[in-house]
Structures are given as structure tokens and as C-alpha cells.
């Protein structure tokens, strides 16, 4: 068992150190378009029509797939001043309770978010400068959803076998 959770913390661990790059090329993205926006509207008065449509566009995918990496790097708001007040007999199940309610609010990402992405979808919406479809918006909550699941998959084995590795 312990060997399955090791390689699925690496596989977990390789996704976290993808997104990583893929976060910060897209937040570098977004900084030279607002950057060549601003030079070209106070400068040369002729901003881009895109500008704000691709900069709006990689904000919300970073902003999305950060999600993931503050959950796996434990950056997630907790009150873990009340539950270390707690004996130490309720803080397991307070930690299971509270990841499998994160859990749910994954579910409802990748639900609504790949409801609204299809819907968007079939009716062939478009942003109106770019062509771009308006689906891309939302591909990425269903994305973060999924690979929140994934990270509290592990969070919950690690809990587990913490829990097992405790003397009594």
C-alpha cells in the first residue's frame, strides 16, 4: 500500500511542478499584454481591441489552476487555531470532514463548470473581438476540479496512514 501512495504522490508531484511552469507562463502572458495594452493606448493611442479579452482570459486560467497547487502546498484558508485546541482523538476526523468537503466543492466545479463549458459550446459562442470560443472560460473550473480530487485523494491516504503510524 505505502509503495502505491509513494508513486502516486511522484505522479502528483510531477502535475504540481507542470503547473507550476504552465502558471507562470500564462501569468507572464497576461503581464505583456496588459504591458503592451498600456504601452499602446499612453503611447501611440491605438490600444489593442484584444488586449483585455486575452489578458482577462489568462488570468482566469491561472487563477483556476492555482487552486490546485494552494491545496496540495496547504495554502488554503483553516482555522487551525481552533482545531489544534481540539484532543488530539478529533482532529483526524476533523481533517477528513473538512477535505471531504473541499472534495464537494470539486465536484461542483468540475459539474457546473463543464455545464456551463458544454452549453457554451453547443451554441458556438464567441468573444467578440478575438473569435475565441466563450467555452475556454470554464474549461478550466471543471480541469481544477478534477485535479483537486486528485490531490485529496492523496491528502486523505496521507492522513490515513498517519493516523495508522500513531502510537496508541
Request: aromatic share 12%; no cysteine.
Amino acid at each position: 500500500m505505502l509503495k502505491a501512495y509513494d508513486i502516486y504522490k511522484r505522479i502528483i508531484r510531477a502535475m504540481t511542478k507542470v503547473l507550476d511552469v504552465v502558471i507562470i507562463i500564462l501569468m507572464l502572458a497576461m503581464v505583456a499584454v496588459v504591458f503592451y495594452q498600456v504601452i499602446m493606448r499612453q503611447i501611440f493611442a491605438n490600444p489593442p481591441m484584444w488586449g483585455e479579452q486575452i489578458s482577462v482570459l489568462f488570468m482566469v486560467w491561472f487563477v483556476f489552476l492555482g487552486i490546485v497547487l494552494g491545496l496540495e502546498e496547504d495554502l488554503h484558508i483553516g482555522i487551525t487555531m481552533f482545531v489544534n485546541m481540539l484532543p488530539k482523538q478529533l482532529m483526524f476526523p476533523i481533517e477528513i470532514f473538512v477535505n471531504l468537503l473541499i472534495g464537494g466543492l470539486a465536484v461542483l466545479y468540475i459539474r457546473f463548470g463543464f455545464n456551463h463549458f458544454a452549453f457554451l459550446w453547443r451554441t458556438g459562442a464567441v468573444m467578440p473581438v478575438t473569435g475565441l470560443p466563450n467555452a475556454i472560460y470554464y474549461l478550466p473550473v471543471s480541469l481544477t476540479g478534477a485535479m483537486m480530487i486528485l490531490v485529496l485523494l492523496g491528502k486523505i491516504a496521507e492522513q490515513i496512514i498517519k493516523r495508522k503510524e500513531l502510537p496508541a
